[in-house]
């Protein structure tokens, strides 16, 4: 009866494991993260082509507020840790400290979130940025906000997975759905940081002499 469990076992195991020696679910996931990357790839660019081409304000210098931002960043940063966390404990079957790390990868999503929120809120109603008021405001939302999106579909799968920990069946056995969510939350973490950088610092670098209105 061992003997049969045990093969079972194997060719679950062998259904599940590629001929690289990889999930195909893990595959899959690089696969749609490659063609992410690239999607916010066109974007990013999309921003730096049209960022001086737009005569009427506001303008991205007088329009951010970068300690709100870096508050934000930081949070989405320190939420990877927690990911990092989560992972490692389901790996090792201590669901009580899955539970803990997992929802406070969620609850640092919703914070993120929040900022984002805020900081929208702020450039329309404070600075008149709009949508449709001119190229920056259509790239800059377009861009942050696809971002936004991203998180907040992280936020969902993540909280799910908390969800279901509370069925009685989730063990070290789902580590690797914990795992393919992770790639993709630390996928949504690194383009923030790009995102960040190439657009909030590199303005304020730019613009370091010039005054805010």
Known sequence: MSELAANGHHEEVDHEVGCLGIPHRKIMMWAFLGSDCMFFGALILTYLV???????????????NVVVTSLSTFDL????????????????????WFRIWCGLTVLLGLIFLG?????????????????????FGSTFYLLTGTHGTHVAIGVLWLASLLIYSFNGKFDAKRALDVEIAGLYWHFV??????????VYLLE??????????
């Not at 990877?80 to 490692?88: D, E, I, K, Q, R």
């Not at 304020?204 to 209105?213: C, D, F, R, W």
């Open 77 to 96: 940063l320190a939420s990877s840790l927690f990911m990092v966390l989560t992972l490692a404990a389901i790996q090792r079957n201590d669901i009580k």
């Open 204 to 213: 304020i670098l730019q613009n370091a002499g010039v005054p805010k209105a």
């Open 50 to 64: 049209y960022h001086h081409r737009h005569t009427e304000g506001p303008f991205p210098y007088e329009t951010f």
């Open 115 to 135: 900022f984002q929120a805020y900081e929208f809120t702020e450039f329309v109603h404070e600075k008149g940025l709009t949508l449709s008021k001119n190229l």
């Open 189 to 198: 973490d690194i383009v923030w940081i790009v995102i960040f950088t190439v």
